[in-house]
């Protein structure tokens, strides 16, 4: 959360009661503008898991992901730059995009084509690898949303398979298919192919969900917030809402009366601080290992009983009478 506007700020109490209602300014002034990425990604920048999350980027230590795919766009996506692609370069948005891989997306910021069928940077031999291997310059991707496979109601992630990995997907669920295998049972072990020489994912089947995380795989299903992320929402024009004026009230006599004392109003009370959520899902912190506990004291040995007084006493005698016996015998 950034500081644009304190965490703590104190409402006055004349606007206590407006604070958490829709405002029809607010929807006005965001009408039409775009709100930026609102999903995790998964990024796999110079073959190094990353998990970007706004303005934040954590890199994982792993360069091995148990997801589950939770959503994918049937269609291909498509993203071309303007620049030749460095790979020290910061990531950069593309020039021109298409969600649905039929015309550029309205957030585009520079358009090439009408259509993505008929654009000249869609045609084969439009790009020139550095091996000599002709390709398109606006290349092709899948968006998939999965979930950390151990955490599966934790956050819903976008990963983009890139166009080389896309014939090494096809075979991963053609494997899955001919066992009869939907993939939405499975977790499918993500990791990077390490012959090449870019970033280049590779698909393994992973194991099969327990119960309890098939449940909460089955409800994403389908959601808006999977639908977003994979980009088959399609963008809609957004209405802007007018903003009536009040009309305006009869206005009545003032009668006169004697000027009251102000009345002092007592200055709210500050919102406790929230403490920070956990981290959930990739890159979140394992739990602590428990203490071992500590060795129980053993039981200290027993004394061994003392002889009871009646024994010594018929020891005595019984020594007594023989000393007797002995003399008599003398």
Known sequence: MSNIVPVNVQVPAHLA??????????????????SGQSFPKISI???????????????????????????????????WYAKQ????AEPAAPDCFS??????????ESPQNDLCASCPHNAWG????????????????????????????GP??????????????NQYQKELSV????????????????????PKLQFTFGGFLDADVQE???????????KEITGENPSQAVAVPQIAKPAPAPVAPKPVVKAAAPVVEPAPAPAPAQAAAPKRGFGASKPAAAPAAAPAPKPAAKAAPAPAADAVSLADEIAALVGEVSADDA
């Open 17 to 34: 009661g407006r604070v958490g209602d829709p405002s029809v300014l607010g929807a006005a002034l965001t009408g039409g503008l775009s």
């Open 45 to 79: 920048k110079a073959s190094r898991f990353r998990i970007k999350e706004g303005d934040t980027e954590t890199v994982l230590d792993s360069t091995t992901l148990d997801v589950v795919i939770v959503g994918a766009n049937p269609r291909l996506s498509k993203t």
């Open 85 to 88: 692609w460095d790979k020290d």
């Open 99 to 108: 969600l649905d891989g039929i015309s550029p997306d309205p957030e585009s």
């Open 126 to 153: 439009s790009k020139v690898t550095p091996t000599g291997q002709q390709v398109k310059a606006c290349a092709d991707k899948k968006r998939l949303a999965v979930v950390a496979a151990d955490d599966a109601s």
């Open 156 to 169: 819903v992630y976008l990963l983009e398979v890139t166009p080389a990995a896309l014939k090494g997907l």
């Open 179 to 198: 066992r009869g295998i939907p993939p939405e049972i499975v977790k499918t072990r993500v990791s990077f192919d390490t012959d090449a020489s870019f």
């Open 216 to 226: 909460v795989v089955d409800g994403l299903f389908g959601t808006a917030q999977v």
